[in-house]
């Protein structure tokens, strides 16, 4: 009964209409499985297996959300178990919070959610963050209990000194604190000076009842190269230091021996990573299948670092790997997941030396399909450190040295063959393609910002990836066919209803039409990306889809892959430096009887909890990573101030227009106080900002000539001012809110600058 069409009629009317179904979904407490839903309606037998149907049917017209473990929930619900942010404690001692991952400027205003009680321990605290499960008291109102703490917040501020009259004023950091100062006495000062970047303790009470505030540690200075990413790590709390004991158990490992390992020694296995990489845990080989069933296949191999060799489970070294849940890179440093005598030496793969590997033996066939896959713990031996630049300029006939020429014809050329069959496999799936520009910032011997551009992707790179996700779904196949105990998959959802609106006005902005009918799939993304490949409109299509989808996550729940267009899909490729690869490694090990090292029970029963917190812990590397690149983006521009520049409006809020650089890429803020005088309303429709006096309008999309006003490096902000662009709305009607069609829905008080004061206006 695949087809809700296929329900007999005798069934389909034993069943309760969608509109009680509904009814009953949306007054509940909690989201409900279908076993809830029968219950509740006595539904039996046929009855039952033709409700998952309707549930279906409804969840495609929009009626209700479906979530975690295929439950349902009235329509923007929120799951039933999910990561808080505790934001504020009101006058009756009550703790309220928000999604940690909510972003008002997507989502708009998020819900109330009081916090009711915990399990155990300590109650949280203003700025934790929280495992919580919620039930819903009335629209967008929930009551949530605590499970855990997942991280404790900050109980120190970080900020930049400025010199005040006896003692000192901290400017935080964190751009949402960025209107809020703390004075600091003289004697709390530790010996900082005007200038320096430190970790302050918060006092109660301070001069005419303002914040106040003493010196914990001092960091160091804000003109050091090094400042930006140490705010970056400092205010997303991640951990630099190991502890004594990790260290020792990674200072005591010894190489491996051949013994009851595969030995892959005369493979010609290659590494290929970027010109800067230190760490080398991926190598690869291919050759072209011989056996006569599978003409035009290829024989791939793909071997990654042991790392479940040398980490013992629930040992030193793993609970600070999974505590850390990954590296993070900055352009100055890497904080690696594990220290560098096993990150940078016995796990990382360098040429001609002996290295423990996992490695998986595939075939695929002429067209990309993976026919068959083999899982091995093995021994190799690289035969070369290859970078991207080298294996490209190989291919295209492009000088190299003698080495790397002699490697052409036996190893990479077939390499490449091996790719054009995975990306014919890849375009008949339909993956959604985004092609984003990585900005690369580039310090000086000194560490400050020599330039920023956009980071080059040559074929060897895509090359790469296409290996390392061939391997990925190996991983997660063959860990179903031993029905592991517990498999970690990398799940990334279908973009969210209201995301998909969002995105379907955005574009209608641009005269790109997104399908209404039917389930988008990602191919539909990607015929609107090759549509506008090559125009000005090409990267704000991309950032526009990009924003639109979910999130990827980990999870022992399959829902499969959108983006990648996959039914199943584990990380396998890199245990050196995510932890969800190093539990992939260790079901491997466990199902497929690989020795010691794998999987125990303890482990395969926190899955769920696993999930949760490394999910948790990528996301803060990401923003920790973001966050340092913005700074040193701003530390370059900030010798620009008074500089115009070209660029295009990416984002239309009621607060302002946020607009990208041609040149650099940077992005910042047109604040609307900045616009020439009017009354500015926000129409959401046509994602613009409108003038009701003047019919000014700046709207989504269109080009500017902007003047850089700001560059804060202390928060991490560039603020402009338009020196020419926008257009003129004719119509009166359609300048006023509520009124013209699709008129603007948003309004406020006249803003920009006084009349006759030009563009300088107010900041």
Same mark, same amino acid.
């Given at each position: 009964m695949?087809?809700?069409?296929?329900?007999?009629?005798?069934?389909?009317?034993?069943?309760?209409?969608?509109?009680?179904?509904?009814a009953?979904?949306?007054?509940s407490?909690?989201?409900l499985?279908?076993r809830?839903?029968?219950?509740a309606f006595?539904?039996? !037998?046929?009855?039952?297996?033709a409700?998952?149907?309707?549930?279906?049917e409804?969840t495609?017209e929009g009626?209700?959300?479906r /979530?975690?473990?295929?439950?349902v929930?009235?329509r923007?619900a929120?799951?039933?178990v999910?990561?808080?942010?505790v934001?504020?404690?009101?006058a009756d001692g009550?703790?309220w919070?928000?999604?940690?991952?909510?972003d008002?400027?997507?989502?708009?205003?998020?819900?109330?959610?009081?916090?009711?009680g915990?399990?155990s321990?300590?109650a949280?605290?203003?700025?934790d963050r929280?495992l919580?499960?919620?039930?819903?008291?009335?629209?967008?109102?929930?009551?949530?209990?605590?499970?855990r703490?997942?991280?404790p917040?900050?109980?120190?501020l970080? !900020?930049?000194?400025e010199?005040?009259?006896?003692?000192a004023?901290?400017?935080?950091?964190?751009k949402?604190?960025?209107d809020?100062?703390?004075?600091?006495e003289?004697?709390h000062l530790k010996g900082?000076t005007?200038?320096d970047l430190?970790?302050?303790?918060?006092l109660?009470?301070?001069?005419?009842?303002?914040?106040?505030?003493r010196?914990a540690?001092?960091?160091?200075?804000?003109?050091?190269?090094?400042?930006?990413?140490?705010?970056?790590?400092?205010a997303?709390g991640?951990?630099?230091?190991?502890?004594?004991?990790a260290l020792e158990e990674?200072?005591?490992?010894?190489?491996?021996?051949?013994? /009851?390992?595969?030995d892959?020694?005369?493979?010609?296995l290659?590494?290929?990573?970027g010109?800067?990489a230190?760490?080398f845990d991926?190598a690869?080989?291919?050759?072209?299948?011989?056996d006569p069933?599978?003409a035009?296949?290829?024989i791939l191999?793909?071997?990654i670092?042991d790392?479940?060799h040398y980490v013992t489970?629930?040992g030193?070294l793993?609970?600070s790997?999974?505590?850390r849940?990954n590296s993070v890179y900055f352009?100055d440093?890497?904080?690696?997941?594990?220290?560098?005598?096993?990150s940078?030496?016995?796990?990382?793969?360098?040429p001609d030396?002996?290295r423990?590997?996992?490695?998986i033996?595939?075939?695929?066939?002429a067209?990309?399909?993976l026919?068959?896959?083999?899982?091995?713990?093995?021994i190799?031996r690289?035969?070369a450190?290859?970078t991207?630049?080298q294996?490209q300029?190989?291919?295209?006939?492009?000088p190299?040295?003698q080495?790397?020429?002699?490697?052409?014809?036996?190893?990479?050329?077939?390499l490449?063959a091996?790719?054009?069959?995975l990306?014919?496999?890849?375009?008949a799936?339909?993956?959604?393609e985004?092609d984003?520009?990585e900005?690369q910032v580039?310090?000086?011997d000194?560490?400050?910002?020599e330039?920023i551009?956009?980071?080059q992707?040559?074929?060897?790179?895509?090359?790469?990836?296409e290996?390392?996700?061939?391997?990925?779904?190996?991983?997660?196949?063959?860990l179903?066919?031993?029905?592991?105990?517990?498999v970690m998959?990398?799940v990334?959802e279908?973009?969210?209803?209201?995301r998909?609106?969002?995105?379907r006005?955005?574009?209608?902005?641009l005269d790109?039409?997104l399908?209404t009918?039917?389930?988008?799939?990602?191919h539909h993304f990607?015929k609107i990306l090759?549509?506008?490949?090559?125009?000005?409109?090409?990267?704000?299509?991309?950032?526009?889809v990009?924003? =639109?989808?979910s999130q990827?996550?980990y999870?022992?729940?399959?829902?499969?892959?959108?983006?990648?267009?996959?039914?199943r899909?584990?990380?396998f490729?890199s245990p050196i430096?995510?932890?969800a690869?190093l539990?992939?490694?260790?079901?491997?090990?466990?199902?497929?009887g690989?020795g010691k090292?794998?999987?125990?029970?303890?482990?395969?029963e926190?899955f769920?909890?696993?999930?949760?917190?490394?999910?948790?812990?990528?996301r803060?590397?990401i923003?920790?990573?973001?966050?340092?690149?913005d700074?040193?983006?701003?530390a370059?521009?900030a010798?620009?101030?008074g500089?115009t520049?070209h660029g295009?409006?990416?984002?239309?809020?009621?607060?302002?227009l946020?607009?990208?650089?041609d040149?650099?890429?940077?992005?910042?803020?047109?604040p609307v106080?900045?616009?020439?005088?009017?009354?500015?309303w926000?129409?959401e429709?046509?994602q613009?900002?409108?003038?009701?006096?003047?019919?000014?309008?700046y709207q989504l =999309?269109?080009?500017?000539?902007v003047?850089?006003?700001?560059?804060?490096?202390?928060t991490?902000?560039l603020?402009f001012?338009?020196?020419?662009?926008g257009?003129?709305v004719?119509?009166?009607?359609?300048?006023?809110?509520?009124? /013209?069609k699709?008129?603007?829905r948003?309004?406020?008080p006249?803003r /920009?600058?006084?009349p006759?004061a030009?563009?300088?206006?107010?900041?």
């Amino acid at each position: 009964m695949d087809d809700p069409d296929d329900i007999p009629d005798r069934i389909r009317s034993s069943l309760p209409d969608k509109a009680r179904i509904k009814a009953y979904i949306d007054e509940s407490e909690r989201p409900l499985d279908k076993r809830d839903i029968a219950r509740a309606f006595g539904l039996k !037998g046929a009855q039952r297996a033709a409700l998952r149907e309707i549930l279906q049917e409804m969840t495609d017209e929009g009626l209700i959300d479906r /979530g975690h473990k295929k439950k349902v929930a009235a329509r923007g619900a929120l799951p039933e178990v999910l990561v808080l942010s505790v934001e504020t404690i009101d006058a009756d001692g009550e703790l309220w919070a928000k999604p940690a991952s909510w972003d008002e400027d997507k989502d708009g205003s998020p819900p109330e959610i009081v916090i009711g009680g915990t399990r155990s321990g300590p109650a949280p605290k203003v700025g934790d963050r929280i495992l919580a499960r919620t039930r819903r008291r009335g629209d967008h109102q929930y009551e949530a209990s605590v499970i855990r703490v997942l991280q404790p917040g900050p109980r120190k501020l970080l !900020g930049v000194l400025e010199p005040a009259k006896g003692g000192a004023v901290l400017v935080p950091t964190d751009k949402k604190l960025q209107d809020k100062t703390w004075f600091i006495e003289r004697d709390h000062l530790k010996g900082a000076t005007p200038g320096d970047l430190v970790l302050a303790e918060p006092l109660r009470g301070g001069p005419r009842g303002g914040h106040a505030a003493r010196v914990a540690e001092l960091i160091g200075r804000l003109d050091q190269p090094k400042a930006f990413s140490l705010i970056a790590i400092h205010a997303q709390g991640i951990l630099v230091e190991f502890p004594d004991e990790a260290l020792e158990e990674a200072e005591s490992a010894q190489p491996v021996t051949p013994d /009851g390992r595969t030995d892959l020694r005369a493979l010609p296995l290659v590494t290929i990573d970027g010109e800067d990489a230190r760490d080398f845990d991926d190598a690869v080989h291919a050759a072209p299948d011989d056996d006569p069933g599978n003409a035009g296949g290829h024989i791939l191999h793909v071997a990654i670092a042991d790392v479940a060799h040398y980490v013992t489970p629930e040992g030193p070294l793993d609970r600070s790997a999974r505590e850390r849940g990954n590296s993070v890179y900055f352009p100055d440093r890497v904080v690696p997941m594990l220290p560098e005598a096993l990150s940078n030496d016995l796990c990382s793969l360098r040429p001609d030396v002996d290295r423990a590997c996992m490695a998986i033996r595939m075939r695929v066939s002429a067209d990309g399909r993976l026919l068959d896959k083999k899982v091995m713990r093995g021994i190799m031996r690289s035969k070369a450190r290859l970078t991207y630049t080298q294996v490209q300029d190989a291919m295209e006939g492009r000088p190299v040295e003698q080495k790397i020429a002699d490697l052409l014809d036996p190893v990479i050329r077939p390499l490449y063959a091996a790719y054009d069959a995975l990306q014919k496999g890849r375009a008949a799936r339909g993956t959604l393609e985004l092609d984003l520009p990585e900005l690369q910032v580039v310090l000086s011997d000194t560490g400050t910002v020599e330039r920023i551009t956009p980071r080059q992707r040559f074929e060897s790179h895509k090359l790469i990836e296409e290996f390392m996700i061939t391997a990925n779904v190996a991983a997660a196949e063959l860990l179903e066919e031993r029905h592991a105990r517990a498999v970690m998959y990398r799940v990334h959802e279908p973009p969210k209803l209201d995301r998909l609106e969002g995105l379907r006005e955005s574009l209608q902005v641009l005269d790109i039409k997104l399908a209404t009918d039917g389930a988008l799939r990602p191919h539909h993304f990607t015929k609107i990306l090759s549509r506008v490949a090559g125009t000005e409109k090409a990267q704000l299509v991309s950032d526009m889809v990009l924003r =639109a989808q979910s999130q990827a996550v980990y999870s022992p729940e399959n829902e499969g892959h959108f983006g990648l267009a996959l039914q199943r899909y584990s990380h396998f490729t890199s245990p050196i430096r995510r932890y969800a690869d190093l539990l992939v490694h260790r079901a491997l090990i466990s199902a497929y009887g690989l020795g010691k090292g794998g999987l125990p029970d303890s482990q395969a029963e926190q899955f769920d909890k696993f999930g949760e917190l490394i999910s948790n812990t990528e996301r803060r590397a990401i923003a920790a990573e973001r966050d340092a690149t913005d700074r040193y983006l701003t530390a370059y521009m900030a010798d620009r101030i008074g500089a115009t520049f070209h660029g295009r409006i990416t984002g239309v809020k009621r607060f302002g227009l946020f607009v990208r650089l041609d040149e650099t890429g940077a992005d910042g803020l047109v604040p609307v106080g900045t616009l020439p005088w009017d009354r500015y309303w926000h129409d959401e429709v046509h994602q613009r900002l409108v003038g009701e006096q003047t019919g000014q309008a700046y709207q989504l =999309a269109e080009t500017l000539r902007v003047k850089l006003a700001e560059a804060n490096t202390v928060t991490g902000g560039l603020v402009f001012e338009i020196i020419e662009g926008g257009h003129i709305v004719k119509d009166r009607k359609a300048r006023t809110p509520g009124r /013209g069609k699709g008129g603007p829905r948003k309004f406020g008080p006249k803003r /920009g600058g006084r009349p006759g004061a030009g563009r300088k206006g107010r900041r």
